[in-house]
């Protein structure tokens, strides 16, 4: 069992920036590959980045691809997701999850999930 825990939401203007933490907790954080997905009012989840096991391999939807740096920290269970030049279409409740898949790009791959944080960026 992995517990996530998201933190780092919040408002911003356009243009702005935020990094999103996620902290693992549980079984070997090294074990997963892990992901940042987000869901915005009325819209299903989508995909946004995954990070694979040691970090060596990243996967990014079009739309956050330049924008969105998904990193991680296997010694402090811990990934990261730089939120930079934000949009007001970047807002979303943004979800980290965990796989034991080498990486995962649809939410269906994913076995653990955080609670999720808002992120809402003003125009």
Known sequence: QVQLVESGGGLVQAGGSLRLSCAASGRT???YAMGWFRQAPGKEREF?????RSGSR???ADSVKGRFPISRDNANNTVY???NTLKPEDTAVYY???TLR???LN???YDYWGQGIQVTVSA
């Not at 946004?48 to 694979?52: E, G, H, K, N, Y």
């Open 107 to 109: 939410a269906g791959e």
């Open 48 to 52: 946004v980045a995954t990070i694979s």
């Open 29 to 31: 954080f090294s074990s």
């Open 102 to 104: 080498v990486y995962g």
């Open 96 to 98: 980290c999850a965990a």
């Open 81 to 83: 997701l730089q939120l």
């Open 58 to 60: 990243t996967y990014y």
